[in-house]
């Protein structure tokens, strides 16, 4: 798998969920549903040397789940949609700015996990890169295993404090 293989599966996995509850509020039938989504799936990857790395990705996959959409009403000669062109645009946009939330979310959080030091840093990387329980993030800090959950927590709930700040210092902007 090449680099931009790799990008274009990077970014599609960030995008399914929106993708999918776009198509599942266009389409009733559970394996229309699917078989649209798979269709989304490969005209992406299929069309990704087109897709402009400037624009955000998540709108251009939209656009091409409605063109899918839009086939599969055809195909079906269901002359109607589930919601209205302004709803599905208005819907469209909604996941859209959820998908910016998220990823400025993330970058915060980057942020934030980059000022972790000492074992608050260990712990996180023991539990989130390695995939650790706080039974053996415990035995390799020489903590009590309560004492390793206890870190884990304040370390989330220290995460989450410092994301909040972020986010509102943004909005301030």
């Known amino acids: 798998m090449d680099a931009s293989e790799r990008r274009a599966l990077a970014l599609w996995t960030a995008a399914t969920p929106s993708v999918s509850a776009f198509v599942h509020a266009l389409l009733a ?5 699917e078989d649209v989504l798979q269709e989304v799936a490969l005209a992406v990857f299929e069309s990704f ?14 656009t091409i789940a409605r063109r899918k959409v839009a ?6 000669a269901r002359g109607e949609a589930l919601l209205a062109d302004d709803a599905l645009d208005a ?5 859209h700015d959820v ?9 915060w959080l980057e942020q934030c ?8 840093r260990a712990a996180c990387k023991l539990r989130y890169v390695e995939g650790l329980k706080p039974a053996a993030i415990a035995a390799r800090l020489g903590l009590r295993a309560n004492a390793a959950s206890k870190l884990l927590q304040r370390v989330r709930e ?11 210092a943004a909005e301030r902007a």
């Open 99 to 107: 998908a910016e939330r998220e990823d400025g979310q993330l970058a």
């Open 71 to 76: 086939d599969a009403l055809r195909r079906k």
């Open 29 to 33: 039938d559970r394996a229309e549903r």
């Open 113 to 120: 996990l980059a000022r972790l030091e000492g074992r608050a």
């Open 91 to 95: 819907l469209g946009q909604a996941l």
């Open 158 to 168: 220290d995460l989450r404090v410092c994301i909040e700040q972020r986010q509102r």
């Open 49 to 62: 040397e087109r897709y402009d790395q400037r624009q955000a990705f998540l709108p251009w996959a939209l």
